[in-house]
């Protein structure tokens, strides 16, 4: 399996903090915002991965995380010259994915929970279909809303519906067989002239190809869209980490925890970081 990270748009509801800087480059507490997408697809034992973004900010994520090959993994870059929606994404990477399936994840979505390694690698042995989250929210009509029969069957995805079904709602990372960058092209523009990820989940479900997992308590997602949410990002990982002195987000520790890097590759990521960061990276080879 192959991962993509979509981390383009113009972000205006943050202007003017992101006039000059992608959104998805935007400090979390203690790292950039796109570590933490990232380091849940190397979670998921996903080792190739393509990041689309504007033509304009390519450049400084490339300047950010280079090649992959200091983590023990392959990132390669490709633009999104226009926001046309989040299942664009799939037909830009349809080269890129060729005969794999493949996780896309929104650049500006956080996950967190216990058991999310073992959920993400279960999801990355996708062979056939789709499999995506779901979330419940106190405020659904700003999501895509999952509908549910009494069997608790999923039977519709709604998007900001002004009566939502349910409280569950869809998350920003999804699991796809090889059908969808050929779904993607079939797809008609939505009102708002994108190629709309809840259409191509629509799709999978027409066919009875679309699995759902529930992240039920113990678990985290996050949606850094806003000023609030920014700060609320920020404020759970710092907590979480003030509280288990450990990292959220860290893929040094995810390559070396991985078996991506060995100690000595860790040991010269950790020389080259001259704070609290590069600190927490010595601690790791000083506890084993």
Do not use: H
């Not at 998805?24 to 998921?44: E, G, W």
């Not at 002239?193 to 529930?214: A, F, Q, S, T």
């Not at 759970?236 to 987000?249: A, S």
């Amino acid at each position: 399996m192959k991962g993509i990270i979509l981390a383009g748009g113009k972000a205006t509801r943050l202007y003017p903090i992101t006039k000059g800087v992608c959104k998805q480059l935007l400090p979390i507490y203690d790292k950039p915002m796109i570590y933490y997408p990232l380091s849940v697809l190397m979670l998921a034992g996903i080792r190739e991965i393509l990041v689309v973004s504007t033509p304009k900010d390519l450049p400084r994520f490339k300047d950010l995380l280079e090649e992959g090959k200091r983590l023990g993994i392959k990132i390669s870059y490709a633009a999104q010259k226009e926001p046309q929606g989040i299942a664009q994404s799939l037909i830009i990477g349809e080269k890129f994915i060729a005969d794999d399936s493949v996780c896309l994840v929104l650049g500006d979505n956080i996950f967190y929970g216990d058991q999310l390694v073992t959920l993400v690698q279960e999801a990355a042995g996708l062979e056939e279909g789709a499999l995506i989250f779901g979330y419940s929210v106190k405020d659904p009509q700003r999501y895509g809303v999952i509908g549910f029969d009494k069997n608790s069957k999923v039977v519709s995805l709604e998007e900001k519906p002004n009566k939502p079904k349910s409280n569950w709602v869809t998350c920003g990372m999804y699991f796809y067989d090889n059908s969808a960058p050929k779904i993607a092209r079939k797809l008609r523009p939505s009102a708002r002239g994108e190629l709309e990820i809840n259409d191509l989940n629509k799709e999978y479900l027409r066919r009875g190809l679309l699995k759902v997992k529930l992240l039920g308590r113990g678990y985290a997602w996050l949606d850094t869209g806003t000023y609030d949410s920014l700060i609320s990002a920020s404020t759970f990982i710092k907590t979480i980490e003030d509280r288990q002195g450990l990292k959220i987000g860290c893929i040094e520790e995810v390559a070396y925890r991985m078996g991506y890097i060995n100690k000595k590759q860790l040991a010269r990521l950790a020389d080259a970081v001259p704070t609290s960061y590069g600190e927490y990276l010595k601690d790791l080879l000083k506890d084993e």
